[in-house]
């Protein structure tokens, strides 16, 4: 299986914090990559899809960039209710054995 | 409006059985394919299983496959998941999740809408 692995696994930050979290795939997963972002006791939201591509409805201070292995999610401005944590997905595997990271929890400072 | 309402779940003992389901509204059910993920307490998520829309094609984590079934009647727009055999790793809140693009196949599937997640505690 694919194996994804995102870092930082959390950290603190400010209101008004431009912040990035990263990505990596354990073999080459092309575009096939979506951010979820999850508040305790809620189900995930889509944010990003195709690494790139920005769910309807998400603000624009989200962004995704990458391809192949390394990806990246960036909060541009960051807001009280972004403070959540975030999850890669990989949707490349075929038969289909889709595979999440760990997860980064993005804290208040 | 996209709705997914889980039930079924609760505290069952390990070697137990439990079927989950997950009633859709507000969208072509029979076109979209449909999977569960499940996130232990505390732990991130894990994808279990999915089916195509028609319900012909089946496919499993390695962590559940033998002991779980994925089933769906697009009569009733309601997504299925028995679970059998049942041990302690699979304590969690389980998540039926619909893929974002319509296909007749369960290829490059993400989830766009999840439902509110029902847990499933197995434990003597």
């Known amino acids: 299986a694919i194996r994804m692995t995102q870092s930082p696994s959390s950290f603190s930050a400010s209101t008004g914090d431009r912040v990035t979290i990263t990505c990596r795939a354990s073999q080459g997963i092309s575009s096939y990559l979506a951010w979820y972002q999850q508040k305790p006791g809620k189900a995930p939201k889509l944010l990003i899809y195709a690494a790139s591509t920005l769910q309807s409805g998400v603000p624009s201070r989200f962004s995704g960039s990458g391809s192949g292995t390394d990806f990246t999610l960036t909060i541009s401005c960051l807001q009280s209710e972004d403070f959540a944590t975030y999850y890669c997905q990989q949707y490349y595997s075929y038969p289909p054995k889709w595979t999440f990271g760990q997860g980064t929890k993005v804290e208040i400072k | 409006e996209v709705q997914l309402l889980e039930s079924g779940g609760g505290l069952v003992q390990p070697g137990g059985s439990l079927r989950l389901s997950c009633a859709a509204s507000?969208?072509?059910?029979?076109?979209?394919?449909m999977s569960w993920v499940r996130q232990a307490p505390g732990k991130g998520l894990e994808w279990v299983s999915a089916i195509s829309g028609s319900g012909g094609s089946t496919y499993y984590a390695d962590s559940v496959k033998g002991r779980f079934t994925i089933s769906r009647d697009n009569s009733k727009n309601t997504l299925y998941l028995q679970m059998n055999s049942l041990r302690a790793e699979d304590t969690a809140v389980y998540y039926c999740?619909?893929?974002?693009?319509?296909?007749?196949?369960?290829?490059?599937?993400?989830?766009?809408?999840w439902g509110q997640g029902t847990l499933v505690t197995v434990s003597s």
């Open positions: 507000g969208f072509t059910f029979s076109s979209y394919a």
């Open positions: 999740a619909k893929d974002k693009v319509a296909s007749t196949m369960v290829q490059g599937v993400f989830f766009d809408y």
